[in-house]
């Protein structure tokens, strides 16, 4: 294996690790025939009414981007952001699915305390198991909770991680 295929398919932190896209594509697939009939009826279909392939392959896919770069370029770029996680802060992670983008950042601001929300019970249940496994339980807590509905008071950061980066911020740029 080359060095290139092996940063994209063999090691798991590289930034361009691909094969957790495969497996969110190939769970996706079974999605199809659902998809095409909402389009038809308008019925919809939910997030978590998708194969558990779309979950594990979502959190394999953009985890090594999260730990590229959020800590390290997209926290730094918000002014005023970094400080106050360093010193110690209360953080909303909004739709954090198993909680890659939470346990990230808990690492590496040990003084600030992280809440993490999503309305798939599977991928809170699984992000609860990986912060125990770090060690974090004490100062992470994960709960199911829709974005709309999740309690939005008394946080200095709220970030919602999406399909393709994370939006963070901060409480004084945002409205209530």
């Known amino acids: ?31 199809v025939p659902r998809i095409a009939e909402s389009f038809r009826t308008g019925a919809g279909m939910g997030w978590h009414e998708h194969a558990d392939g779309v979950f594990h392959g979502c959190e394999k896919f953009f985890r090594p981007g999260y730990a590229a770069n959020l800590v390290d370029t997209w926290i730094p770029a918000l002014a005023g952001v970094k400080e106050k996680l360093e010193a110690g802060a209360r ?11 939470t346990l990230l950042l808990a690492k590496a601001f040990p003084k600030s305390k992280f809440f993490g929300f999503d309305y798939h019970d599977k991928s809170i249940e699984a ?38 980066m994370t939006w963070a911020i901060p409480s004084e740029q945002r409205s209530t």
């Open 1 to 31: 294996m080359t060095t290139e295929q092996a940063f994209s398919l063999a090691d798991e932190d590289s930034p361009a690790y691909l094969p957790g896209a495969f497996e969110l594509a190939l769970g996706s697939l079974a999605a």
């Open 91 to 101: 953080v909303a992670d909004v739709g954090c699915g198993k909680g890659a983008s």
């Open 127 to 164: 992000a609860r198991e990986y912060a125990s496994g770090d060690g974090l339980a004490d100062r992470v807590t994960f709960e199911v909770s829709k974005a709309k509905e999740f309690p939005g008071k008394d946080y200095d950061f709220v970030a919602v991680s999406t399909a393709c």
